[in-house]
Every structure is written in C-alpha cells, then in structure tokens.
C-alpha cells in the first residue's frame, strides 16, 4: 500500500489534479528515481514556477519533502533533493549563458518578418563601388536616405542631419532641457521617418501632453488643469492633425534591465520599421541607482550594446545623459566634455552639450539676448566639423527654432 506524504497533497492541489503523475516530485528532486527523465528540463522548470505562482516557498516545500521521507526511513532519497536541484540551476545558468553571450537572439522572431531581414553586411570593394557612390553626389536629385533631416536648419548645414548607424549623446545638467529638445527633435524627425521614444521618465499621457504643449503652444499647467481658451479648443484639433501625420511610437515600459532594454529596440525595428530611437537617460554620475529602472544596469554594457543595434540594424540611436556643469573662475556656468563619463564617450559618434544659459542667471543679471537663447555645442563629431549651434527657446513651453542668421565656428570652454 503505497503511502501519501503531506507535501503530495498540497502538489495535486496545485496542479488541479489528485491523480497528477508527479505529485511526489521525484522528477524534480530526485535525478535517481525512474520518473526523472520523464520531464526535460524546461518542463521541470516550469513546474517549479507554477508551484512558487501559487505561493509556495520553495524552501519550506524542500524541507518538508526531506522530513517525509526520513520519517519512512528513505535517507538516500531526501538527500537528493539537493542533486536534482543542483542539475536544474546548472542548466539555468547554461541557458543564461548563451543569451548573455548572444545578445542579438533575445528577440523571438515575429510572424512575418525573419532576422534574415537585417542580413550581415558584407565588405565591399572600392575599386567596384567608388564611380557610383561618387555619381550619387554629382546627381542633383539624388536622395541620402542614410540622413535624416532633425527639422532645425542650423543643424543640419553642418553634416546634413542625422546619420544611419549612429549613436548620438545628448548631455546636459538638470533644467537644461535635455528631454525636452529630445521631444522637439523627435517630432520634426517623426514627419520625415519612423521615429521610436522609449521613455523611463514619463507616462505614454505624459509624453503626449508635453507633445501636445510643443505643437500647440499652450503650457502643459493649462492642458493638465484644463484651463482652456476657445482658441486653445481649437488648436488643440488642428494639432490633433498634426500629430496623426508624425509616425512616431512611444515606449513607455518598465525597463528592468540592459537585455530588455535592447529587446524593446529590436522590436520596434522589426514591428514598426523605426528608423531612429530616442531613449531617456544614460546617467553620468557616480551613482549608477539614479537611474531608477534599470536593475541589471552596467553603463559600458548598455553603450556598446546600443551603439551596436544602431549598426546591426542600420538605425539611429540617440541618447540623453546627465552631466553637472561647473562654474569657471568668472563664475559663469558652463559643460565640459570631461564631465561626460568616458563609458558614454567611448560609444558615441557625436556628443552634443546642451547649455540653458538663463537656467543660471539667479539674480537677473544676464544678457537680455541670451534669456531666450539654447547653445547645442557640438564637441564630438566622427562625420563632420563642430560647432557651436544656437536657437531661440520659447521657455513657457520649451520648444525650440532656428535663429536663422547663427551657426557660428565651433568654440569651447
């Protein structure tokens, strides 16, 4: 007459099914017994997670498995239990390994669309391709789809725009309106190409009423409290209109870690067709747990991992980061590239310092002109010239223009 132990009774609960074949879990426990090799791994594994789901502590579980069977005498069999679990965290760990070492497979492929579609690029020889990458710039009509236009003019005189298989940083100190040039930036992108914004920050509503702010003009204090005019009513639909013209995807995920940072990129590449990420933020102190949703969080990682999608699949990426600026010996607040880390610097091939001038003026003493005035400084460039680019900022609702008549040599501090 066989014998029914109390942790075999809380199993069949579990499982639904007082006569389930592996109440005794012999098969996860015991790699001796002859229903061991009736389940594969993976199979064992996810008995384990629907018993912990269901709120068993797998400890406790153990414990009680081993007290049975010594009470019935079987030693050899309670000591397995350590074996069997042994051999499936063993397996876990391999498992693991391979998707560390294959960062590029996290993605499932997606009905429709196979990782054929991003095919490994080849060498190319010069002698063979160099008349008609040349005759490509003698056209007149001919289109660079490797750029894309970032909408303010200024900008763009100094390379044509932003490139295909970049990384971009954009660095700046708090309240010098990173995020939100991001917002403008991929707004004007969004109406040329496919655009994706994955967000660690903000909402999906969040983003969408700062959008809203920008193309409408009306600060977002009045769009949260619904303090609106009849003429804010009716740009809030014209701007209904402009917003369905922009192919823009927001992510607003809970990020937990570098891996499914990179999966939610690959993603929107193959669903979507994005052609440029814009993400918030890479961190640029020493505290890496500033940056609150990343767990399994390594900068150097997350900047090589993501400079290489951007060349894997042929996008851009660009990535806002945090610097604190330092006062100079007139006391005037100014970036500096050594303030930027260097695990942020290694991957980018451009760095654009972002400078808020008015930010600092606490006692109303700057020049009138500069109160409006945003300074991209452009101090890392691998596809052009620097420079020192400025725009006109409207600072009740942060958007940004060309001053059309300045684009100056690139200066620094």
């Known amino acids: 007459m066989s014998t029914e132990f109390l942790y075999e009774s809380k199993i069949a609960k579990i499982f639904d099914d007082d006569n389930f074949e592996h109440r005794s879990l012999q098969t ?8 061991w090799d009736k389940t594969t791994m993976d199979e064992k594994i996810e008995m384990l997670q629907k018993i912990i789901k269901n709120g068993e502590v797998l400890e406790y579980l153990v414990e009680s498995y081993q007290a049975d069977h010594i009470s019935f005498r079987n030693e050899e069999v309670a000591k397995s239990s350590i074996s069997g679990l042994c051999e499936i965290i063993t397996y876990m760990v391999k498992e693991y390994s391979k998707k560390i070492d294959e960062p590029t497979k996290f993605v499932k492929p997606i009905p429709g669309k196979k990782w054929s579609d991003f095919p490994e690029k080849q060498p190319i020889a010069v002698s063979k391709t160099a008349k008609k990458f ?21 900008l763009d005189k100094i390379d044509g725009g932003f490139h295909l298989g970049e990384m971009i940083v954009l660095a700046g100190d708090n309240g010098n ?45 009045h769009l949260n409290e619904h303090k609106l005019s009849e003429n804010n009513i009716l740009n809030l639909k014209n701007c209904a209109a402009e917003l369905e013209k922009r192919e823009l995807i ?9 891996s499914f940072l990179i999966e939610q990129c690959k993603k929107m590449v193959i669903e979507n067709g994005v052609k440029i990420i814009f993400f918030e933020s890479l961190t640029s102190n020493d505290d890496t747990k ?3 949703n990343i767990i399994e969080y390594d900068l150097q990682l997350l900047c090589r991992e993501l400079k290489k999608v951007a060349l894997e699949l042929n996008i851009c990426v660009v990535v806002s980061s945090k610097l604190t600026f330092k006062s ?26 972002l400078h808020l001038p008015c930010f600092y003026d606490l006692h109303n003493k700057i020049d009138e002109r500069l109160k409006n005035v945003f300074n991209v400084h452009l101090c890392r460039n691998r596809m052009g010239s620097l420079a020192t680019i400025e725009l006109h900022v409207n600072n009740s609702v942060t958007t940004f223009t060309d001053t059309n008549d300045y684009t100056s040599n690139y200066f620094y501090y």
């Open 250 to 258: 927001i992510n607003d995920n809970y990020i937990h870690s570098t």
């Open 290 to 292: 500033h940056l609150k």
């Open 28 to 35: 996860i426990l015991n790699p001796h017994s002859s229903v």
């Open 177 to 221: 309106c990173k995020d939100q040039f991001m917002i403008n930036l991929a707004l004007n992108m969004s109406l040329h190409s496919k655009v994706g914004f994955i967000s660690l920050h903000d909402s999906k509503t969040s983003l969408l009423i700062r959008m809203l702010s920008c193309l409408s003009e009306i600060p977002t204090f």
């Open 328 to 353: 100079d010996k007139d006391g005037v607040f100014r970036p500096y590239l050594t303030q930027l880390r260097n695990e942020t610097q290694q991957y980018a091939d451009r760095i654009m310092l």
């Open 134 to 154: 040349i005759d490509n710039f003698i056209n007149p009509n001919y289109k660079n789809n490797e750029i894309i236009k970032t909408g303010f003019a200024d």
